[in-house]
Nanobody, 115 residues
Framework: QVQLVESGGGLVQAGGSLRLSCTASGTLFGIVAMGWFRQPPGKQRELVASITIGGSTTYADSVKGRFAVSRDGAMNTVYLQMSNLSPEDTAVYYC?????????WGQGTQVTVSS
């Protein structure tokens, strides 16, 4: 079993920055990717950014150049540095881990960007 604990969400003004963290605990063997999804109000959950065990990254077009995903070497903590935030980034952000063919989700952390 893998448990995910997220931190770093909150309220920020447009143009500001936030850093999200997600730490995994439990049986970490077999994790192949970690990342972040988000679910804006009234919309579906969408990929924000992910990073594989090999260090390859994927970003949603809407966040390229503004957000950066990174992880520690042990593949148990993933970060999302968010810069130049806009109200359109307001959402619940979920940590995601891909392990042994399964999706594991964090509880979500709210990010609200005021205009």
């Amino acid at each position: 079993q893998v448990q995910l604990v997220e931190s770093g969400g909150g309220l920020v003004q447009a143009g500001g920055s936030l850093r999200l963290s997600c730490t995994a605990s439990g049986t970490l063997f077999g994790i192949v990717a970690m990342g972040w999804f988000r679910q804006p109000p009234g919309k579906q959950r969408e990929l924000v950014a992910s990073i594989t065990i090999g260090g390859s990254t994927t970003y949603a077009d809407s966040v390229k150049g503004r957000f950066a995903v990174s992880r520690d070497g042990a593949m148990n903590t993933v970060y999302l540095q968010m810069s130049n935030l806009s109200p359109e980034d307001t959402a619940v952000y979920y940590c995601h881990v891909g392990r042994l063919g399964r999706d594991i989700w964090g509880q979500g952390t709210q990010v609200t960007v005021s205009s």
